[in-house]
């Protein structure tokens, strides 16, 4: 499209058009024959005359909402971005966007882009930002690197903004926080340490607003709570514990500690939607839901909830299926969806999917896939229907669940 023209959809504000939306709910309606799919963007403001500024632009939030027959605006961009370590200091970057008119939802692959990262050693994680336009690398150089990411209707470029040096050994894990609390990363590594940094006020200036050090072993995870629990991380570690701190107004940090959550390890940490299944923003209880799932080379799936202010089991037995370490665990947004959903991947191969409909059920569990190698890492959608494995095959699939249950392969890349 054309820039400084109307774009071919009418932005509308719905004043509780029914009882599953939030009042303050935007509504995107397509005009299909106009508009398969959104190449470009624009910065969003409450206006119902859009069009596109001057000057560089972002990708826009289209994602498909799947109790409507509309499309919901969401924030940011529909992406999935994973990193595999494709040669030394390379990573392998995909962007994912939603394609076509209507229902079902296919899937668009843009052409994979390679990010030359200036590491010195294997890439281990990579974690965009909420507004899809930085990323951070952490890899065994010991290193953290943020680069500038832009991508446009034909091309896309990259470019290394800052280096941050504090671990003393490969650096697994980076997560960035919500916007709401500013430019704020977190890293963890085999040194025990995890480090908080924190945009400083010259350009690319990061310093180490924060270091936990109470680990001794290697801390395999990272992940920040959703905002509304507050600025909150969870990590997980060798040592077989997981640890939770809540930042405070007056800059120190709440802990809380989970001991001998897998007795053998912590491989990966994921929080639950801070909304219920079934609800809305804005919609349900008023209380968000304070809970995360974890792995462990125990084999094992664990789900954690907070009980008069400590972290108790959330149901026995563990959750059991898997035969070896389990690398990978991720708890699906549940948007509109009636039921929680956690993806789990393991060193033996397989994907397993585990549902509850409601809270106090039983968490019943579905082989998505043998992939007949190991497999590292799993994404989500924002709208938690396509889940997005990585495998020790270099091999990136999406994966979708059918209208009878069962999950289908929408879609391969290959690095």
């Given at each position: 499209?054309?820039?400084?023209?109307?774009?071919?959809?009418?932005?509308?504000?719905?004043?509780?058009?029914?009882?599953?939306?939030?009042?303050?709910?935007?509504?995107?309606?397509?005009?299909?024959?106009?508009?398969?799919?959104?190449?470009?963007?624009?910065?969003?403001?409450?206006?119902?005359?859009?069009?596109?500024?001057?000057?560089?632009?972002?990708?826009?939030?289209?994602?498909?909402?799947?109790?409507?027959?509309?499309?919901?605006?969401?924030?940011?961009?529909?992406?999935?971005?994973?990193?595999?370590?494709?040669?030394?200091?390379?990573?392998?970057?995909?962007?994912?966007?939603?394609?076509?008119?209507?229902?079902?939802?296919?899937?668009?692959?843009?052409?994979?882009?390679?990010?030359?990262?200036?590491?010195?050693?294997?890439?281990?994680?990579?974690?965009?930002?909420?507004?899809?336009k930085r990323l951070a690398t952490a890899s065994?150089?010991?290193?953290?690197?943020?680069?500038?990411?832009?991508?446009?209707?034909?091309?896309?470029?990259?470019?290394?903004?800052?280096?941050?040096?504090?671990?003393?050994?490969?650096?697994?894990?980076?997560?960035?926080?919500?916007?709401?609390?500013?430019?704020?990363?977190?890293?963890?590594?085999?040194?025990?340490?995890?480090?908080?940094?924190?945009?400083?006020?010259?350009?690319?200036?990061?310093?180490?607003?924060?270091?936990?050090?109470?680990?001794?072993?290697?801390?395999?995870?990272?992940?920040?709570?959703?905002?509304?629990?507050?600025?909150?991380?969870?990590?997980?570690?060798?040592?077989?514990?997981?640890?939770?701190?809540?930042?405070?107004?007056?800059?120190?940090?709440?802990?809380?500690?989970?001991?001998?959550?897998?007795?053998?390890?912590?491989?990966?940490?994921?929080?639950?939607?801070?909304?219920?299944?079934?609800?809305?923003?804005?919609?349900?209880?008023?209380?968000?839901?304070?809970?995360?799932?974890?792995?462990?080379?125990?084999?094992?799936?664990?789900?954690?909830?907070?009980?008069?202010?400590?972290?108790?089991?959330?149901?026995?037995?563990?959750?059991?299926?898997?035969?070896?370490?389990?690398?990978?665990?991720?708890?699906?947004?549940?948007?509109?969806?009636?039921?929680?959903?956690?993806?789990?991947?393991?060193q033996d191969g397989t994907v397993i999917v585990?549902?509850?409909?409601?809270?106090?059920?039983?968490?019943?569990?579905?082989?998505?896939?043998?992939?007949?190698?190991?497999?590292?890492?799993?994404?989500?959608?924002?709208?938690?229907?396509?889940?997005?494995?990585?495998?020790?095959?270099?091999?990136?699939?999406?994966?979708?669940?059918?209208?009878?249950?069962?999950?289908?392969?929408?879609?391969?890349?290959?690095?």
């Amino acid at each position: 499209l054309p820039r400084d023209e109307p774009l071919p959809f009418r932005l509308q504000q719905k004043r509780q058009a029914s009882s599953a939306l939030s009042a303050s709910s935007l509504l995107l309606r397509v005009d299909p024959s106009t508009c398969e799919r959104v190449s470009r963007s624009f910065p969003f403001l409450p206006s119902t005359d859009l069009t596109y500024p001057s000057g560089e632009a972002s990708l826009p939030a289209v994602d498909v909402f799947p109790a409507l027959s509309s499309w919901f605006l969401r924030r940011r961009a529909f992406q999935l971005l994973l990193s595999i370590p494709v040669a030394k200091g390379i990573a392998a970057a995909w962007e994912y966007k939603q394609k076509g008119s209507g229902f079902p939802l296919r899937i668009g692959v843009m052409p994979s882009q390679s990010i030359e990262t200036g590491h010195q050693d294997a890439v281990h994680d990579v974690a965009m930002d909420y507004y899809g336009k930085r990323l951070a690398t952490a890899s065994s150089d010991g290193t953290i690197k943020i680069i500038g990411v832009s991508s446009g209707s034909s091309s896309s470029s990259s470019q290394p903004l800052a280096t941050l040096s504090g671990h003393q050994g490969p650096v697994w894990r980076v997560a960035w926080a919500h916007p709401k609390f500013g430019s704020v990363l977190a890293s963890c590594g085999y040194d025990g340490r995890v480090i908080i940094w924190r945009e400083g006020g010259r350009e690319n200036e990061w310093i180490q607003a924060h270091v936990f050090t109470d680990n001794t072993s290697s801390v395999n995870s990272v992940a920040w709570a959703p905002y509304e629990l507050g600025l909150c991380l969870a990590y997980g570690s060798s040592d077989g514990s997981i640890s939770v701190f809540t930042a405070r107004p007056d800059g120190g940090w709440d802990a809380a500690k989970i001991d001998g959550a897998h007795p053998v390890g912590v491989m990966s940490v994921s929080w639950a939607p801070p909304i219920a299944p079934g609800f809305l923003v804005g919609v349900g209880s008023d209380e968000p839901v304070r809970k995360l799932v974890s792995g462990g080379c125990d084999n094992t799936v664990k789900v954690w909830k907070v009980e008069n202010e400590s972290w108790r089991l959330d149901g026995l037995p563990a959750l059991q299926m898997h035969k070896d370490w389990v690398r990978d665990v991720a708890w699906a947004p549940n948007l509109g969806l009636q039921k929680s959903t956690i993806a789990s991947a393991s060193q033996d191969g397989t994907v397993i999917v585990w549902t509850a409909a409601k809270e106090g059920d039983r968490w019943e569990g579905k082989v998505l896939h043998d992939f007949k190698t190991a497999v590292w890492r799993l994404s989500w959608s924002t709208t938690g229907n396509i889940l997005a494995v990585a495998d020790g095959d270099n091999n990136v699939t999406l994966w979708k669940e059918a209208v009878d249950g069962e999950w289908q392969q929408v879609s391969t890349v290959e690095p």
